[in-house]
């Protein structure tokens, strides 16, 4: 598992290996300096861990075309690739992971997929509201520009 703390260490990183098409295409939605929230899934506690910033827009997952990766996919090519990643670099910790069982309770957030049974995708857009929402249950603001 790749946490927050991991991006804190490296500094900027390619979020790759998303093999879902919704997923892969809430990545290609991604631009440069978009603000993401860092979700710890495969964790404990699950949940918001910080916000990290997108440094560079979609461009073709490298893993897909590496046969010794878990995530090579043999029908995808240089000249069609089928996956995309982002570059991220990290923005903000918070003190401790947002929990998604604190999510579910925020208003902003109970129309949300991330809340909702059965939708656990690896990248869902949230609206400004989630966000401001997940900051503030966090106690954190964003650092001045």
Same mark, same amino acid.
């Given at each position: 598992?790749?946490?927050? %703390?991991?991006?804190? /260490? ?6 790759? =290996?998303?093999?879902?098409?919704? %997923? @892969? ?5 991604? @631009? @440069? =300096? ?8 495969? %964790? ?11 440094? @560079?827009?979609?461009?073709? $997952? $490298?893993?897909?075309? $590496?046969?010794? +990766? ?5 029908? +995808? +090519?240089? %000249? ?18 947002? !929990?998604?069982?604190? &999510? ?10 991330? !809340?909702?049974?059965?939708? /656990? &995708? +690896?990248? &869902?857009?949230? !609206?400004? =509201?989630?966000? /401001? ?13």
């Amino acid at each position: 598992m790749f946490g927050y %703390a991991d991006l804190l /260490r490296v500094g900027v990183e390619p979020w790759n =290996g998303v093999r879902n098409y919704l %997923a @892969r295409n809430h990545l290609r939605a991604m @631009r @440069r =300096g978009d603000y993401a929230l860092f979700y710890h899934s495969n %964790a404990r506690p699950i949940g918001v861990a910080g916000v990290a910033k997108v440094v @560079r827009p979609a461009y073709p $997952d $490298d893993l897909q075309f $590496d046969p010794a +990766s878990d995530y090579h996919d043999p029908k +995808s +090519s240089p %000249a069609d690739p089928r996956w995309s990643m982002v570059d991220v670099a990290p923005i903000l910790a918070f003190p401790e992971v947002l !929990t998604l069982e604190a &999510l579910k309770h925020l208003p902003d957030w109970q129309e949300s997929p991330l !809340t909702q049974k059965g939708t /656990r &995708l +690896s990248v &869902l857009p949230v !609206t400004p =509201g989630q966000f /401001r929402a997940a900051l503030k249950a966090a106690g954190v603001r964003l650092p001045d520009k």
